[in-house]
């Protein structure tokens, strides 16, 4: 392992101790936002800390100040100023007397009745040789390849510009910005001290300074898991550039999504943006805050609103094949959990009903939850038989009505469905009048007796608006009187990995002595389409081959993830006649056998999709067993809980000791 040296907070100087331009922008004053982050989040230590976006470092100090790190990386894509802080760092004495010159030169040129006088708004023509002066040094900067004297013209320039750094619209083009018709004073001696403050905290810790965009940077120091980043990307909808050629926009709600979904290989993220709702679905906390001019301290009316958020990548994460064999990463029985004591894995002891072909045990599989499968309740003979060929079970029930709940292990989590037909859009909707829409009475009696820790309940999402709204009502009352507090929410698989728009509705209940919280998982927005799941290795299809010769182009101005692009119009169902390309989505799989007809975009075929297609959508893994004919997998899939969903729920429900590893901050992770 590298030798670094350990960052104590005492070493750490503060934003204004480390301030070199006129204008800073609002980190500079917002350290208490920052500090109120890190006490929601208590993260004392972490190995790396990456500042993205360096900027004038004002939020890197804030952050410092809060946590200690081996290393510390500083980034940005504008050479200019990662020049500049080399420079500080490896030649500060050159940066200060170039700057030094300067400066006093500029300040010897101020009329006599105009110093400290600050902006000049009328009869400029008195300060014009200043212009001029600014001018020419912006000039010799562009002209000059970057060194310590172009570190020292640009601290001067960033003194005497508009809004200093903010205003570089091209952050890799030449230097641009106008001068400012401001004479005020600028403390050298104070500027002087914070540049060899700022030497003194590069040459005293481990710090790292690097060129490159944020996408590069990621993957540079992805291996790096015990990292706090702090990214400040160019506001969302503003007109200043990331880059001078646009190769990367960070000026759309998209691109900051699929920013944050990248660091996901870190530990921790701190993020800050204007207000935006749809990014803030992304974070675990966030931190709204009124922006205000500095020199009125009015509000802005420009980004009114700023949030600082948080997101926590450290809970609980699947090792690779790397971090096992070549790191020496241990078993969760030899880490050290929460930097204080060894935890054991426990097993959780599950139970299902309405149980299908296992989508619960492969998601508890998937994610290397240690339990047991005590019970199955399932009345399908062939989705048992699929059962069986994948999982252990101990005991298995048929008739659901038959079950006496006193008879059932005893259970830490309970996973229960009941028959959609009854709440379904594609069903008669007759909800508890049904005798299938009572079925999920008999389930509510095995929570009752068995008092499970958790217990997750799925449904179409016709049962929430169902008799407008009274059969969910009474649903929900039944649940809260068995002792548990519970969330609701309708999700839709695509927002979860699924190429397949699937809206379901979960209940999670949490048992009322249990001291926990839950929060549903946060959509991802970035989606997979059906060709992600279609491979183009001679696959025989002819199987699958519809016939083509009477249909239509379908046109469409809606835009929707569904990508239907022909249809057959003599067939009687409208759900027979649609006809998708697999750039898109798929409909919903249903209970009755997955049917829809795609045109394959790899192949070039007009066909249905393949069982082994359907199973991966469905999020299951593609050495999954189905020991009954084609017709029967494709039910059993329409069947059947997005495996992908439940891995997210579970996750967010179960507690680390249940998991076979588990991510800390301890070194003794690597330790052989």
Not at 279 to 289: A, N, S, Y
Not at 409 to 426: A, H, N
Request: hydrophobic share 35%; charged share 25%; net charge positive.
């Amino acid at each position: 392992m590298q030798n670094t040296t350990k960052i104590q907070n005492k070493s750490i100087p503060t934003s204004q101790e480390t301030k070199l331009f006129s204008y800073t922008g609002s980190k500079m004053k917002y350290k208490c936002h920052f500090d109120n982050i890190h006490t929601n989040i208590n993260v004392k230590k972490v190995d790396t800390y990456i500042e993205a976006f360096a900027g004038t470092l004002a939020s890197m100090f804030h952050n410092l100040s809060n946590i200690s790190a081996n290393r510390i990386i500083i980034n940005d894509i504008n050479p200019m100023l990662i020049n500049l802080y080399r420079q500080i760092q490896i030649n500060h004495k050159e940066v200060i007397e170039t700057f030094r010159v300067l400066e006093q030169t500029f300040q010897d040129f101020v009329p006599e009745k105009l110093k400290g006088k600050g902006l000049i708004r009328e009869n400029r023509d008195e300060i014009e040789c200043l212009k001029n002066f600014y001018w020419e040094a912006r000039d010799y900067f562009n002209k000059k390849e970057l060194t310590s004297k172009t570190a020292g013209v640009m601290i001067f320039m960033l003194n005497h510009n508009f809004n200093g750094l903010y205003s570089e619209a091209k952050k890799t083009s030449n230097f641009n910005v106008s001068f400012n018709w401001n004479v005020r004073t600028i403390d050298i001696s104070k500027v002087v001290e914070n540049i060899n403050n700022l030497h003194k905290f590069f040459t005293e810790n481990n710090v790292i300074i690097e060129n490159m965009d944020v996408d590069s940077l990621i993957n540079q120091y992805s291996n790096q898991k015990d990292t706090m980043i702090y990214l400040d990307p160019p506001y969302t909808n503003s007109v200043i550039g990331y880059s001078s050629n646009q190769v990367t926009d960070y000026n759309t709600t998209q691109s900051h999504i699929k920013l944050l979904e990248k660091c996901k290989v870190f530990n921790y993220v701190i993020y800050s943006n204007n207000k935006n709702n749809v990014i803030e679905e992304q974070l675990d906390i966030v931190i709204p805050f009124n922006r205000t001019n500095g020199i009125t301290q009015k509000q802005s009316n420009i980004s009114k609103l700023e949030v600082l958020g948080y997101i926590d990548n450290s809970q609980v994460y699947m090792p690779s094949i790397e971090d096992l064999l070549t790191n020496n990463i241990k078993p969760i029985s030899t880490i050290p959990v929460n930097n204080e004591k060894y935890m054991e894995i426990e097993t959780l002891k599950c139970g299902t009903a309405f149980s299908g072909i296992g989508a619960n045990e492969e998601a508890l599989k998937n994610i290397n939850i240690k339990h047991s499968n005590e019970f199955m309740i399932e009345i399908d003979k062939f989705a048992r038989k699929t059962f069986e060929e994948n999982h252990n079970v101990k005991d298995i029930f048929t008739d659901i009505t038959k079950v006496d709940p006193k008879q059932v292990s005893d259970i830490d989590l309970f996973v229960f469905g009941s028959p959609c037909q009854s709440y379904s859009q594609q069903g008669k909707r007759l909800g508890l009048e049904d005798t299938r829409g009572t079925l999920v009475y008999n389930g509510l009696q095995i929570v009752k007796e068995k008092q499970p820790k958790y217990f997750i309940y799925e449904n179409v999402k016709g049962m929430v608006n169902h008799n407008n709204g009274h059969t969910f009502d009474v649903i929900k009352a039944s649940f809260k009187e068995l002792n548990y507090n519970i969330e609701y929410k309708v999700l839709n698989a695509k927002h979860y990995g699924a190429a397949q728009n699937r809206e379901r509705l979960f209940i999670v209940g949490i048992r009322n002595d249990i001291n926990q919280k839950f929060t549903f998982p946060k959509p991802q927005l970035v989606s997979k389409n059906v060709n992600d799941f279609i491979s183009i290795n001679n696959i025989d299809y002819k199987n699958y081959i519809f016939d083509s010769k009477n249909i239509e182009v379908y046109n469409s101005s809606r835009n929707t993830d569904i990508k239907r692009i022909y249809t057959i119009p003599n067939l009687k169902f409208e759900s027979d006649r649609r006809i998708m390309s697999t750039n898109g989505i798929s409909p919903c799989f249903l209970a009755g056998g997955c049917k829809s007809r795609f045109y394959d975009e790899k192949n070039m075929l007009f066909r249905y999709l393949t069982e082994q297609e359907l199973t991966l959508i469905q999020g299951f893994n593609k050495d999954f067993k189905f020991p009954v004919s084609n017709s029967q997998v494709r039910k059993q899939i329409g069947n059947s809980i997005y495996v992908g969903l439940l891995e997210k729920i579970l996750k967010n429900l179960i507690p680390k000791k249940y998991f076979n590893f588990i991510k800390t901050q301890e070194e003794s992770l690597l330790a052989s």
